[in-house]
């Protein structure tokens, strides 16, 4: 009796403990699926069900890319706030910079991001990039 109560209780605890894994992956496949459908919307609401920031901020980026790659740029802008790491968040920041100079002469959306930069060349350089468009 002991012994079987001790199984079980092995059993539930592996149990729990990979779900939220196991769900991060099944999330992730969503995402995946939605995105090759070109259900963005879809597949931005799959990925927010991703528990782990790191595995969540992949697959934002990839759907962010997408996003841009359709010109949806005010849907790539609200999905900086996925990105945990302030690296990766200047980096996409720059990209949503450029679609916005290059694609749709979007000065103030592209000055109110630049204003954000951190790192001070980069700042400096996409300052110049705005001057020269706008």
Not at 29 to 37: C, I, K, M, Q, V
Not at 61 to 71: P, T
Not at 79 to 96: F, G, H, K, T
């Amino acid at each position: 009796m002991r012994m079987a109560v001790a199984s079980l209780a092995i059993v539930a605890f592996s149990t729990l403990a990979f779900a939220g894994p196991l769900e991060d992956i099944r999330a992730a496949n969503e995402t995946s699926a939605s995105l090759a459908a070109g259900d963005l919307r879809g597949a931005e609401e799959r990925m927010r069900r991703i528990e782990d920031p790191n595995l969540r901020q992949v697959w934002g980026a990839n759907v962010m890319a997408r996003h841009l790659e359709a010109g949806n740029l005010d849907d790539a802008e609200r999905l900086l706030a996925v990105l945990n790491d302030p690296n990766l968040r200047q980096v996409w920041s720059a990209n949503i910079v450029a679609r916005a100079l290059n694609g749709g002469g979007e000065c103030p959306r592209a000055r109110r991001l630049v204003d954000g930069f951190v790192d001070p060349s980069l700042k400096a350089v996409w300052q110049a990039n705005v001057a020269l468009r706008c």
